[in-house]
């Protein structure tokens, strides 16, 4: 069974600019989670999506948005890109998003923000 | 608001030695789950051990096992005969019944030859 895949793997954006990031799920998986990860504050959670709902969000600003497709694909978009938003940006699938499922985590996609 | 807190920015084991890494937790909930998260260099991240609250008897999964102590939420992440390939980040992390999941900021293991 393939893994969580996530494109693309870098990205070299501009301020002001906007981006897309996408995350194709493990087959069978309903739920894709989205996460920041920088040297700074770690691990952030951005917002989780369980059939092509949003059922969770971080507290990030609304530049950050995401959706989930009816194959269980999810983008996320980030719009007026700022300097901190250099980040690696992981996804996550699992079964239903329940406590107990496991994560099954992407590789990431490299942001830098010049 | 749920924290979680790992005190150890770093630490270093020689092989085939033990290792335990630290987890403290602030929560008012009392149904949540625990998990060991392992962050090789450059790969993916990976679940090494989850703890579910109302079970007293710690997890253990081979040489991985936790001291999971609810009272003084502590969540501590035990590695035996550790070996080379467990260098990584470890992240603990937290789970309640709204299912946010919560990080700690890591701890990097780096285990000597």
């Known amino acids: 069974k393939a893994g969580v895949t996530q494109t693309p793997r870098y990205l070299i954006k501009t301020r002001g600019q906007q981006v897309t990031l996408s995350c194709s799920p493990i087959?069978?998986?309903?739920?894709v989670s989205w996460y920041q990860q920088t040297p700074g504050q770690g691990l952030q959670f951005l917002f989780e999506y369980f059939s092509e709902t949003q059922r969770n969000k971080g507290n990030f600003p609304g530049r950050f948005s995401g959706r989930q497709f009816s194959n269980s694909r999810s983008e996320m978009n980030v719009s007026t890109l700022e300097l901190g938003d250099s980040a690696l940006y992981l996804c996550?699938?699992?079964?239903?998003?329940?406590?107990?499922?496991?994560?099954?985590f992407g590789p990431g996609t490299r942001l830098t923000v010049l | 608001a749920q924290t979680v807190t790992q005190s150890q920015p770093e630490m270093s084991v020689q092989e085939a030695e033990t290792v335990t890494l630290s987890c403290t937790y602030d929560t008012s909930e009392s149904d949540y789950y625990l998990f060991w998260y392992k962050q090789p260099p450059s790969r993916q991240m990976i679940l090494v051990i989850r703890q579910e609250a109302y079970k007293q008897q710690n997890a253990t999964e081979n040489r991985f096992s936790v001291n999971f102590q609810k009272a003084a939420k502590s969540f501590s992440l035990k590695i035996s005969d550790s070996q080379l390939g467990d260098a990584a980040m470890y992240f603990c992390a937290y789970r309640s019944e709204h299912d946010k999941i919560i990080f700690g900021k890591g701890t990097r293991l780096h285990i000597l030859p």
């Open positions: 087959s069978g998986h309903r739920s």
């Open positions: 996550a699938s699992s079964l239903t998003g329940g406590r107990r499922d496991e994560q099954f």
